[in-house]
Antibody, heavy 121, light 108 residues
Framework: QVQLVESGGGLVKPGGSLRLSCEAS????????MSWIRQAPGKGLEWISYISGTSHYANYADSVRGRFTISRDNAKSSLYLQMNSLRAEDSAVYYC??????????????WGQGTLVTVSS | EIVLTQSPGTLSLSPGERATLSCRASQSVSSTYLAWYQQKPGQAPRLLIS???SRATGTPDRFSGSGSGTDFTLTISRLEPEDFAVYYC?????????FGPGTKVDIK
């Protein structure tokens, strides 16, 4: 069955950097887009980035564009999110999700349990 | 940019009752791109419905989705104890995902 396990969260100072990882199993990585979604404490869901199975295409939310970089290593069945220039408002639980795309539509069909990032001095 | 609004913010109901959750888009969208997710406290969201009305694998048939244009509805025919959660609608378009603010269904 599909499993996604995030890691790499923690406490970081404003302006600092952090790299999140998501290890996937139960499906062929190259067959699926993958996304990162975050949820600030007590708030709703915010999609922040996705990447195609071959890494040829990626897109970002305006709130993180230029600061965050999504990447993947299909040989390791892993997805990454490099987060630079972190701000207090980036504090959230970060989820990775398998992203099933077909016929121009995509949906977030499997989610990991999330990793908490706290940006604070 | 299309904005999704959900109503009500909180729905207080008893087990066995019917729940009707609304999601409204700021402009007309194709129902193909509308999905619903359930999130229980301390858990990750779970895909319930895609294409506005197609239940995802494992979604009980008491959950149904409908709608078109700007107005979409998630209906839970008879609430079970495990259905008390937050529900988000989500739209895919222009290579991005947009979520509504969520509706919390809590026990009356």
């Amino acid at each position: 069955q599909v499993q996604l396990v995030e890691s790499g969260g923690g406490l970081v100072k404003p302006g600092g950097s952090l790299r999140l990882s998501c290890e996937a199993s139960g499906f062929r990585p190259i067959d699926s887009y993958m996304s990162w979604i975050r949820q600030a404490p007590g708030k709703g869901l915010e999609w922040i980035s996705y990447i195609s199975g071959t890494s040829h295409y990626a897109n970002y939310a305006d709130s993180v564009r230029g600061r965050f970089t999504i990447s993947r290593d299909n040989a390791k069945s892993s997805l990454y999110l490099q987060m630079n220039s972190l701000r207090a408002e980036d504090s959230a639980v970060y989820y990775c999700a398998r992203t099933a795309c077909s016929g121009g539509n995509c949906k977030l069909d499997y989610w990991g349990q999330g990793t908490l990032v706290t940006v604070s001095s | 940019e299309i904005v999704l609004t959900q109503s009500p913010g909180t729905l207080s109901l008893s087990p066995g009752e019917r729940a009707t959750l609304s999601c409204r888009a700021s402009q007309s969208v194709s129902s193909t791109y509308l999905a619903w997710y359930q999130q229980k406290p301390g858990q990750a969201p779970r895909l319930l419905i895609s294409g506005a009305s197609s239940r995802a694998t494992g979604t009980p048939d008491r959950f149904s989705g409908s709608g078109s244009g700007t107005d979409f509805t998630l209906t839970i025919s008879r609430l079970e104890p495990e259905d008390f959660a937050v529900y988000y609608c989500q739209l895919y378009g222009d290579s991005r995902f947009t979520f509504g603010p969520g509706t919390k269904v809590d026990i009356k």
